[in-house]
T-cell receptor, first 110, second 117 residues
Framework: RKEVEQDPGPFNVPEGATVAFNCTYS??????FFWYRQDCRKEPKLLMS???SGNEDGRFTAQLNRASQYISLLIRDSKLSDSATYLC???????????FGKGNQVVVIP | DTGVSQDPRHKITKRGQNVTFRCDPI?????LYWYRQTLGQGPEFLTY????????KSRLLSDRFSAERPKGSFSTLEIQRTEQGDSAMYLC???????????????FGPGTRLTVL
């Protein structure tokens, strides 16, 4: 089983709508969780860290459910500029090695 | 520009040739990582360095691959006898040393896109 499972989509989202997606992870080692954003043919960039208590950054909300081993990302009031691939990522304490999901491709439609 | 840089940005080579890529991390970062990304997939970890020491290698890193970070600054990734299956984006990332209770952000370079004909 892959370390991180993610439904690649694509998710076609009308502008202004809300979109949410999850990813599941399998490794139970001590770890941190992140969402990275990757634009077409560009490098991944950190969008936000994911905390157990849930965290919000503007229109983006991230949640972590350790019992069910999944993390989620919700984007409210989608903008055209939100079109990108959102990568679910976890990292192990100590060596910082990151494990990535396939990514959720989001296409915001005018 | 003080971000992570990689050179070249694109490389086209014939099967069987050797190629070498370079990564210059953010100057104060002591951790340097190499990842490989193929179309439709997320990046996959290859190897990482803490200063000049190579501390971990993935099983993806066959014996045709070798990475170095001789002075603890820039790093090179060499692929010998390239195969068509090596075609991918090779990403370098750097970070500060993590702790036992936190994973520090990794900053990625723009990548080197390798095409093996």
């Amino acid at each position: 089983r892959k370390e991180v499972e993610q439904d690649p989509g694509p998710f076609n989202v009308p502008e202004g709508a809300t979109v949410a997606f999850n990813c599941t992870y399998s490794n139970s080692a001590s770890q941190s969780f992140f969402w990275y954003r990757q634009d077409c043919r560009k490098e991944p960039k950190l969008l936000m860290s994911v905390y157990s208590s849930g965290n919000e950054d503007g229109r983006f909300t991230a949640q972590l459910n350790r019992a069910s081993q999944y993390i989620s990302l919700l984007i409210r009031d989608s903008k055209l500029s939100d079109s990108a691939t959102y990568l679910c990522v976890w990292g192990i304490y100590g060596n910082n090695r990151l494990a990535f999901g396939k990514g959720n491709q989001v296409v915001v439609i005018p | 520009d003080t971000g992570v840089s990689q050179d070249p940005r694109h490389k086209i080579t014939k099967r069987g040739q050797n190629v070498t890529f370079r990564c210059d991390p953010i100057s104060e970062h002591n951790r340097l990582y190499w990842y490989r990304q193929t179309l439709g997939q997320g990046p996959e970890f290859l190897t990482y360095f803490q200063n000049e020491a190579q501390l971990e290698k993935s099983r993806l890193l066959s014996d045709r691959f070798s990475a170095e970070r001789p002075k603890g600054s820039f790093s090179t990734l060499e692929i010998q006898r390239t195969e068509q299956g090596d075609s991918a984006m090779y990403l370098c990332a750097s970070s500060l040393l993590g702790t036992r209770r936190a994973v520090n952000e990794q900053f990625f370079g723009p990548g080197t896109r390798l095409t093996v004909l």
